[in-house]
C-alpha cells in the first residue's frame, strides 16, 4: 500500500509524533521522524523521482520507533 505523505504527517501530527520535510537543493527532500527534543530519530533522503515512496516509509519508521503510541493503534 501507498501511503500519500501528507496524511502520514497529518496523522503523526495529531497524535503528537515529530516529523518534517526539508528541501535539500540538487538533493531532493529528507523526511524525518524526530523525538520530543524535536531531534531526528531516522532520516531519509528522497529524490524527486522517488519522493511518493516517502509516506510508506515514515509510517513503517514511525510505528517501529512508536509502536504503543496513537498513530500504530489507529494505522
Known amino acids: 500500500m501507498s501511503r500519500i505523505l501528507t496524511d502520514v504527517v497529518s ?23 524526530g523525538n520530543d527534543q524535536l531531534e531526528p530519530v531516522e532520516i531519509k533522503n528522497f529524490s524527486f523521482d522517488t519522493l511518493n515512496d516517502a509516506g510508506e ?3 513503517q519508521v514511525a510505528i517501529r ?5 496513537r498513530y500504530a493503534r489507529e494505522a
Do not use: C, F, T
Open 11 to 33: 496523522a503523526l501530527y495529531r497524535s503528537e509524533i515529530n516529523a518534517g520535510l526539508q528541501s535539500v537543493y540538487d538533493l531532493g527532500i529528507n523526511v524525518w521522524l
Open 65 to 69: 520507533h512508536y509502536p504503543n503510541s
Open 57 to 59: 516509509w515514515l509510517h
